[in-house]
């Protein structure tokens, strides 16, 4: 018997149907066969998916013919050809609008949700970045995401997690596009000395190990260079901005989750050691003179050395060690 009542997952088969055909026309009589939908089923769930950004062509004598995925971080399209095993594999929530990821992937953590659960979002209002800055996040022009981890590992160990981000969404970018990113310490990735991501790690913790970890990432994709407001245009930057072409949102989003969860993969079976030579080899910090600004004062010096937990180790004026936790660095 034919239901005009559709499942979800009677939707998601349709989208297929219609991905499987893309660029040629497809009857709406024989896709209602095939899923057992009325035609005028077929219409709305049609109509639901042009809501949504796809471009479907409607003929009344050919039926539909699939066009354009739309460049939306939607949950179907980030699933589809994810070729991870955890990262986004979860739970998956999708805002056009909201005031935080990490905000809203926190409230999820502490309910208990698994690792790999995702929370991405076309918009913030109330983005927030490193040492209480706000994150500019213009509507469906960049990638707001933020993960849920579950590391088994002690605290202190937390910081490796936050350069292990780093290099993995630096390898994305790398992958995707022509840019010579690098990274900043502890993970801010630049171009050409320019912000072009960031990315915010908190992290809930007992006394010896992590409870859950939130790793949110902010990539400045598609944003012209003169949207940036005053305050921030300087030193921050995008895909756009450096090359001059759009890039997809979605493939640099699904890229960022692979290279995370193989660094991740790494982390677990080989230990952080390769993860910090790839981090190294990203950086042009190494023996540059810099200033860290901390909550609590500020230092000067020579970059001696990242050690094993991912600390800065700065070697000041007077000859001596610092090793910094976490702080905000100029280069001199
Ligand atoms: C930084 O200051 O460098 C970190 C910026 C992190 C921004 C991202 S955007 C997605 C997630 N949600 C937030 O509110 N912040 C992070």
């Not at 035609?39 to 109509?47: D, P």
């Amino acid at each position: 018997m034919k239901t005009s009542a559709v499942s979800g997952k009677t939707r998601e088969l349709l989208m297929s149907d219609l991905r499987a055909g893309a660029g040629t026309w497809v009857s709406g009589q024989s896709l209602g066969e095939r899923l057992a939908m009325t035609r005028s089923a077929v219409w709305k769930q049609i109509c639901a998916l042009k809501e949504e950004g796809y471009v479907i062509e409607s003929s009344p004598r050919k039926g539909y013919r699939f066009c354009e995925v739309p460049d939306r971080l939607l949950i179907r399209e980030i699933r589809e050809g994810l070729a991870t095993r955890t990262l986004g594999q979860r739970d998956i929530r999708y805002y056009r609008q909201t005031d935080s990821t990490n905000l809203r992937a926190r409230e999820l953590a502490a309910q208990g949700f698994p690792e790999g659960t995702l929370v991405v979002a076309e918009e913030q209002t109330q983005g927030r970045g490193r040492l209480g800055r706000h994150w500019f996040s213009p509507p469906l022009q960049g990638i707001y995401a933020s993960l849920i981890l579950r590391p088994a590992i002690p605290p202190h160990e937390a910081p490796r997690m936050t350069l292990l981000s780093s290099v993995a969404v630096a390898e994305a970018i790398l992958g995707l596009t022509p840019l010579a990113v690098k990274i900043k310490w502890p993970n801010d990735i630049l171009v050409g000395g320019r912000k072009i991501a960031g990315i915010l790690t908190e992290i809930s913790a007992g006394m010896d190990t992590v409870e859950h970890m939130i790793v949110g990432l902010g990539l400045n994709v598609n944003i012209p260079a003169d949207a940036f407001p005053r305050e921030i245009r300087h030193p921050a930057t995008s895909i756009l901005a450096e090359t001059g072409v759009f890039s997809s949102r979605i493939k640099l989003l699904r890229r960022c989750l692979e290279c995370y969860e193989s660094y991740y993969d790494i982390f677990k079976t080989k230990g952080f050691d390769p993860v910090m030579d790839r981090w190294k080899s990203l950086t042009e910090m190494m023996g540059r003179r810099v200033m860290v600004q901390m909550v609590g004062g500020r230092h000067v010096g020579k970059v001696s050395h990242f050690d094993q937990e991912g600390f800065l180790v700065l070697r000041d004026d007077r000859g001596e060690s610092i090793r910094i936790f976490s702080g905000d660095v100029t280069l001199l």
